[in-house]
């Protein structure tokens, strides 16, 4: 796990943050302690069987106060060869496609190539039980496939499945992913998207494109799109850049800009500055800075 | 502690199940994540302290979902020779009598030669705080004895408490219990139980005959009784059984048949089928088939 | 961490405890766990950055139940020579300040030479989020000094502040502190402490002095006062004491004798009896004993 404090800045957060809360300040001190809690046994054929449980503690952004550490959903996982299965409190097979996040500049990373998407894909819960699914992944070589089914809960037409391929060649990976939420009698939402990503020498770079319908919002459905970049400016110091958007009226826009300076033994400094921009309402500045710690 | 999951059928779940929820599939994603934290100290005369806290994740088997994990309330011991004693979280007399629970068919041990016993004794909560009582056990050679108190919660008049013997003698062991529950100017509650268990070679088979007065019940007051066996079929694979019922017209019978196949390194594939039924009510069947692992 | 568990007594638990339960009994099962999970990495600069949550179960001192164990706030540290900072759930330089709490009687060490004060001082929270603060002391020699502070809640004009300064000479060490909590447009509240603590051989002693304003409370402001000691009958057994009062009407004075007999390995049996009394009211009695195992 990691642990990562320090300073956290959001314009008008007492109207911008997810729970506005009146008074609340734009500067506020933020921190995150992950512990992840692994557990494995191994068959006498090989075949490996595990499960995590994490311990999360994080500031509440609305506020500006601390809240308690909790546990999250466990996740159950059995691999053999290039066969992983997940069960449980999964990240499905858009969450975990390569390249999808990209680098996300700040120590709280709040900017993102992937603003423009709004799909509510099946996602790995940190904080809660999360989804009580399945996800696989087969990779042979260059190549893998992984596919997610996480069914709605009782009384809902929610069922969600996901699929990803990916191929690399040379220090290029590409990769495609569907995925699709029932929606009973009404439309369904679906997401397509293409990611590719690169490496070279001192540069990492990575492109996000995708087309979403997502079912009662028209300003979210259409194309997204994005790109992130990072550079090693010395041994020690790398920065890092995002920008994503969307075509729809009610898409957000990110940019992002950030530096990760590693101070060895697993200790970075962090710190970025970013504006987020929903459609065509006022943007808002956010930066941050501080310590990262990995244990 | 251990991991397990895998699927999960109960014949009608959306009716069936402990809080019956509309909708809910009979076919499920079960799963448990069960970390035992212990602590301990000695003294420089031998005498061992030690502290309990368990962290378990369960499926929620109302709808299929998952539930994140939680605490359950610490449970200290002092050994010293043949004495233990529990404080706080404790498993009573009856919980801890060898051979009540058997042999239980099932991934999730869904059925038990006990099913028609419904006295409410004094259990180890894995989920919740459980009782702040007091257990001790004291062990001489094939003899055991053993007792549990647990003090009401202030304004009920619910004092318990239980006790045991247990005598081995060869490859036999017969325990006898007795619980009571004050329950204030009414009549209280009450069991007597005794069990019989037994190894020879691959087999090993347990019985349970009780009688038990439940307050307010006359439906689950009366005799009940069961048997459980377990026998393997190779130097893998284990095939067990239980029934259990009782004499009351509350009472609920089991009937289960299960396997475990070994597969070395501590994991197992496990599986069972069975049916619950209370009383003259519809009986329910209940399939399950998944893995688990010790760690 | 520790364990402890034992017997504790509370004169009319029912009318005295901080939650008072119609019926409650005076004697309970009295028990903590405390499991401190700490992380930690060095930068190779030698800067140390760790982070702690603590994983705690008590019993519910008004019903005599108990609790489960829960997750409390994080606490991050950046420690480098003589200078450490704390960021999130921290202690501020009152809860950190030698000699503030003195010997406490008692397994649940229910006694203290601080009754007297009421100052709501910057505090480490065991059992919840704690707030959302910043410490920091630097030490250099026999000299040490400390500030703490912490932005009380949106909406709030509850911000807060401490200081302290610390000098040892010889077996000696001298303490001052002061604390203000901002009140908006009313009176603030604030404490100004001074603490003396020495060791001499086998016996060590404590006293605190100080002045207090709380707002909103004649009753408890003014002077406070108390004193507190240790000595070692022998090489295995320490009897304390601790006298605390203030001179305010509403202010709380305690009188507590105590004993700790070492059976090594870490355990100790502990006990107390004590008076506590707020201004003119009754005295409630409160007594303990048990045992207590470090791990």
Same mark, same amino acid.
């Given at each position: 796990g990691y642990g990562r404090f320090g300073i956290g800045y959001m314009e008008d957060r007492a109207l911008n943050s997810s729970n506005p809360t009146v008074d609340a300040p734009d500067t506020i001190i933020v921190s995150r302690f992950r512990l992840n809690i692994d557990a494995s046994a191994e068959?006498?054929?090989?075949?490996?069987?595990?499960?995590?449980?994490?311990?999360?503690a994080d500031e509440n952004a609305d506020t500006g106060e601390a809240n308690a550490a909790g546990l999250n959903g466990a996740r159950f996982s059995v691999e053999y060869g290039g066969l992983r299965v997940d069960v449980g409190n999964v990240a499905g097979?858009?969450?975990?496609?390569?390249?999808?996040?990209?680098?996300?500049?700040?120590l709280e990373t709040f900017m993102g190539q992937y603003s423009g998407a709004n799909y509510d894909f099946i996602g790995y819960s940190s904080g809660g039980a999360g989804v009580n699914g399945v996800y696989a992944r087969y990779a042979v070589g260059d190549f893998a496939v992984a596919a997610a089914y996480d069914q709605g809960a009782p009384g809902t037409d929610s069922d969600r499945f996901d699929i990803h391929a990916a191929y690399t060649f040379g220090n290029i990976t !590409?990769?495609?992913?569907?995925?699709e939420t029932d929606n009973g009698a009404a439309d369904d939402s679906d997401i397509t998207?293409?990611?590719?990503?690169?490496?070279?020498? !001192?540069f990492n770079g990575t492109?996000?494109?995708?087309?979403?319908?997502?079912?009662g919002n028209v300003g979210q459905s259409d194309t997204f799109y994005g790109i992130s970049a990072a550079y090693d400016v010395s041994s020690a110091t790398t920065i890092n850049f995002a920008y994503g958007d969307g075509s729809g009226d009610g898409d957000t826009r990110n940019i992002g800009l950030g530096v990760i300076h590693d101070l060895g033994g697993g200790?970075?400094?962090?710190?970025?500055?970013?504006?987020?921009?929903?459609g065509n309402?006022?943007?808002?500045?956010?930066?941050?800075?501080? !310590?990262?710690?990995?244990f």
């Open positions: 068959t006498d054929a090989g075949v490996k069987f595990s499960a995590r449980v994490r311990m999360q097979a858009i969450d975990n496609l390569p390249n999808y996040y990209g680098n996300e500049p700040g !590409a990769a495609l992913a569907y995925g998207v293409l990611t590719l990503g690169g490496t070279w020498g !001192a492109l996000i494109v995708g087309d979403e319908s997502i079912a200790v970075s400094l962090r710190g970025g500055i970013g504006e987020s921009k929903v309402n006022d943007g808002v500045m956010r930066a941050d800075f501080g !310590a990262q710690f990995s």
